[in-house]
Every structure is written in C-alpha cells, then in structure tokens.
C-alpha cells in the first residue's frame, strides 16, 4: 500500500474562511457501545452525498478510526515538535471526500495527544475547508471532551441496550449539564463559588433538577441561569445493537425519563440492530456502508445519518425557537402517566400500560436514575394518575382543581412529534421531488424512501391494502423469490402504489421489469 496516498492533503488548507456547515459530536456511554460506528458510517454517508467531511479521532481511550477506514497507522506517529499537535492536519482515506484527523502519538508518549490540547481544536475545526465535521470523543466525562460535545452544533450520545450503558448515558448527561453551567459562569467568580457550595450539599454528578432547585434556593437569579442553560441542552441519542423488539423501544423511554427526572431534553434519533456484517466489516477494516451496504443495520445507518442531516439542517429554525423550561414543579397525574389533558380513556389505558413496563422491577431504562424508595413513590402515583384520570367523574375534579384556567378541551397535547422523525421526513421529501419524475424505475428502495416520507410504516399498509406485511416487506427488499407469482406481484404494486399516492402504472410497470430481468438471470430457461 502507497503511504502517499494518507499524507495531508495541501488542496485542503486550514487558513481559510469558516466554510464549515455543520459540526457534529459522537460520544459513548462506556466503551464498546459503538461511538466509532456511527461516527465512520455517518461521515461516509455525508461524503457519499458528495460533500467533504473531515472525520477527528478525539477518543482519549485510543485512537483507532483509522483501522476502520483503511489507514495506515504509521500515520497516525506525531512530529517531534510538540506544540505542532494543537493543529489539525487532516490526511486522505479511500473513501473520496473524507478526510481523517487521527490522534497523534508523538515522539516519548504512550498516550495519544494531551487532553487539555482539544478545546484548541475548536477554532481550527471551523477553519478547516469542508463541508462537515465529525468528531469521535469516545466514552469520557473529562472536562475537555465534554466541552467539545457541547460546542458542536449537534451531539449524538450512543448506548446500548444493557444495564452499564444506561448507567453511563444518565451519568454523561449529568456531568454534560455541571460542565455547561461552570462554562456559563466561568468568569463569573460570585457565582461560580455559589454554585460550588450549592455541589458540596449535594451528591456526585447530582441530578440536574437537584442542582436547579438548590442554586434558586441559594440565590433566585443563579437559579434562573441554571435553568435557562438547562433548557437549551439538547443532546440527541442513539440506541446500538438492538436485538429484540424491546430495545426498540429503550430509546423512547429513556427520552421520556430525562426529561421527567433530569430536566434535559434528550431527542431520540434512532436505533442500529445487532448484526454480523458490522464485526466483518470491522474485520475488512471497511465501513459498513460501502463493505455491506444492503443489510439491516446499514440501513439503520442510513436512516440515522438522514435524520441527523435533517436535523443539522434544521438548527437555525431551532436557534430562533425559545426553549421551553424544565419541570421543577411537582408532575401532574398527565405528566406521570406522559400524556396530556386531551387524551381519550383509550389513550390513557395505552399510557397507564407502558409506563407500568417502564416502572416494573429490573426495568432497563431506569437503571441507576432512582433509589428504590424514589420508585415505590412513583409506582403509587402512576397507580393514582390511572384510577383518577380513567374515573370521569374523578377525573374532572382534578382537572377543575390542577387546571381552574383552562377548559380541558382546549389544552394541546403534552408533546409533538419527535423532530428527528420530521427532519428526516422533511429531508426525504425534499430528495423525492428531485427523483420521482414521468420516466422514474421504481425499485423496492425507492417504494421505501416514498413511504418513510409520509411517516407510515407496513403494518398501516398491510391494513389498507390487506396485503400481508411479509410480502410487503419482501417487496421493499426485492427478495423476488419469496414473492408470488406476477399476476398476484402485479396486484400488489398497485395496491402499494395508489396507498403512496403514485401513478399505479408507471410504478407496476417499472417494479415488475426488474422481477422479470431477476427470473430470466435466475431462470434462464423462462426466457424461451
């Protein structure tokens, strides 16, 4: 192999006007959830779309980007002047518009580059020539990588579904929002001991409605800025290696519970399914969305990278929003059972249902958020919100009394939709308008792109068009062989057509070409 081939690139200059669009951060719960993955799969995503991406290897447990991209790691040795490793000095891979900033090892360490040198990176990271930006912290609460999560215009904070890495999300989350608030008020003196005599009353790593609570008892204005910086935390998570139908649903929980017990807006972006193809392509020293591009976990990839582009994409929309205050009152019995005060008995009974799942003994995503006192209180107050709120008549006493203001009818729900599912759907529909024309092939990809833009999934077009979701799925996947036979196939795509909203024939006609050129390469003795 050329070595040549990974030397710095002289056409990308670091000098030079901010071009940068986006500066993204990955970080882990605790070593091996997968930080690398996302953060490889997401950078060639965004150079497959033809943009330049410099990829940083900022984790401070080793640098190792570099094997999943092909790189040699001679490349990654420093120069002997060390004050040359405070710049960024990106250096070519095999996947064209990606660039990779390894860590540096330099002449007498055995560590990679110091720490204390990353938050230097940051003017550097908004000078380099490229479209986006990449960083990898890896799994670590030093003041340095969390600083970096926070100036970066979205983080992504990847777990997995298992006890320690629940315990390491909240606990990341925590030491996120101290590190935030003493970046706030480091110039502030006053109120930077104030707040230090607020934390020795406190628990380690306390939680941050405590931290809130405690510092407007100390001095109602420190509060308020505890509060504010509360509200604009927003980092986004990710759920890797999902292997049941119940780790699917650990992302939304886990949202759900840091908002009610930490005050932090945590978004939900995504999850990736435990699968084979990612430890050989660990192997191959390949990502996974160029060694294996069509199997599951890479199109959760792709859909996770669309989703975070959606969302980057929307954050000036976000920034000119008022972010809404964190709870710091006692719930309501709508809060407990994470609803609202518009919701029907049925919607109730489905709310009352899943939050006695979460609640239950051993439950995954509370794992390390609460004592088990704190947790009998709450069970008997979500066994409360269900006998009141599903009796009509206790029901609207309590609403009289929380809410005398406000007719019920009129109050909105407690929540939207989950903007990493509407940045997506934006973005997809977006991409679709310049795709789908008079003479478009439609291929069982495309059907799926069409369909994940309006937000339906196969269970609501298995019953509309009665077709059974097996099959629809093999249509998307375009595994003809366990399709039937044409005059049916042909029936199918028709029905799926005029449920998208597609001209029905154009859609047939195209779909079936492509079944028709597999069975005469499969079955070369049809074509007779």
């Not at 996770?304 to 710091?328: C, D, F, I, N």
């Not at 439950?363 to 709120?389: G, K, N, Q, Y």
């Not at 529909?429 to 990809?445: C, K, M, Q, V, Y």
Request: hydrophobic letters at 40%; glycine letters at 6%.
């Amino acid at each position: 192999m050329d070595h040549d081939e990974f030397l710095p690139d002289p056409e990308i200059p670091v000098d030079v006007e901010p071009r940068v669009r986006h500066v993204l951060a990955v970080a882990g719960s605790r070593g091996g959830v997968g930080s690398s993955l996302v953060a490889v799969n997401l950078a060639v995503y965004l150079a497959q779309l033809g943009r330049t991406v410099a990829l940083i290897d900022a984790d401070p447990a080793g640098a190792f980007l570099h094997s999943m991209l092909g790189v040699p790691a001679e490349v990654c040795v420093g120069p002997a002047e060390d004050t040359a490793l405070d710049r960024l000095r990106p250096v070519k891979t095999l996947v064209p518009g990606l660039l990779l900033e390894p860590q540096r090892y330099s002449v007498g360490l055995t560590q990679p580059s110091r720490p204390g040198r990353k938050p230097r990176w940051v003017q550097d990271l908004r000078s380099l020539d490229v479209d986006h930006v990449l960083i990898d912290l890896g799994v670590s609460t030093h003041p340095a990588n969390l600083e970096l999560f926070l100036r970066a215009d979205l983080g992504l904070c990847v777990t997995t579904p298992e006890p320690p890495s629940v315990e390491g999300t909240y606990r990341f989350l925590r030491a996120l929002f101290q590190r935030r608030l003493r970046g706030k008020l480091m110039r502030d003196r006053h109120n930077l001991r104030g707040l230090e005599r607020v934390l020795a009353r406190l628990p380690p790593l306390p939680n941050p409605l405590q931290v809130v609570k405690g510092l407007s008892a100390y001095d109602g204005a420190l509060g308020e800025l505890a509060r504010q910086e509360l509200a604009r935390l927003r980092p986004h998570l990710v759920v890797n290696c999902a292997r049941v139908k119940q780790h699917n649903e650990l992302g939304p929980a886990m949202s759900d519970l840091s908002s009610r017990y930490l005050g932090i807006t945590l978004d939900y972006v995504g999850h990736v399914e435990q699968d084979d193809a990612v430890w050989l392509s660990m192997n191959r020293q390949r990502p996974l969305l160029i060694d294996n591009p069509a199997t599951k976990s890479a199109r959760n990839l792709e859909r996770l990278a669309r989703r975070v582009l959606g969302l980057a994409s929307a954050l000036h929309l976000e920034l000119q929003s008022t972010p809404a205050s964190p709870r710091v009152t006692d719930p309501t019995l709508y809060d407990m059972l994470m609803t609202h005060p518009a919701a029907g008995d049925e919607e109730l009974r489905k709310a009352y249902k899943r939050q006695r799942e979460i609640f239950s003994p051993g439950s995954l995503p509370l794992c390390s958020l609460m004592s088990e006192d704190e947790l009998s209180v709450e069970r008997a107050r979500i066994e409360e919100a269900h006998d009141t709120l599903l009796d009509p008549l206790k029901r609207r006493a309590y609403d009289l009394s929380t809410f005398p203001d406000r007719e019920q009818d009129l109050l909105a729900p407690r929540a939207g939709q989950n903007p990493a599912l509407e940045a997506e759907r934006a973005l997809l529909r977006d991409e679709l308008a310049h795709e789908i024309g008079p003479n478009t092939a439609f291929t069982g990809s495309l059907l799926r792109k069409v369909r994940e833009s309006l937000g339906v999934d196969l269970e609501e077009i298995a019953r509309f068009t009665k077709i059974n979701p097996v099959q629809l799925q093999a249509i998307e996947d375009e595994n003809f062989s366990e399709l039937p036979a044409v005059v049916y196939l042909r029936g199918f795509i028709t029905e799926i057509a005029k449920f998208l909203k597609l001209d029905p024939t154009q859609v047939a006609r195209s779909y079936l070409r492509r079944h028709s050129q597999w069975r005469n390469e499969t079955n070369p003795a049809d074509r007779a």
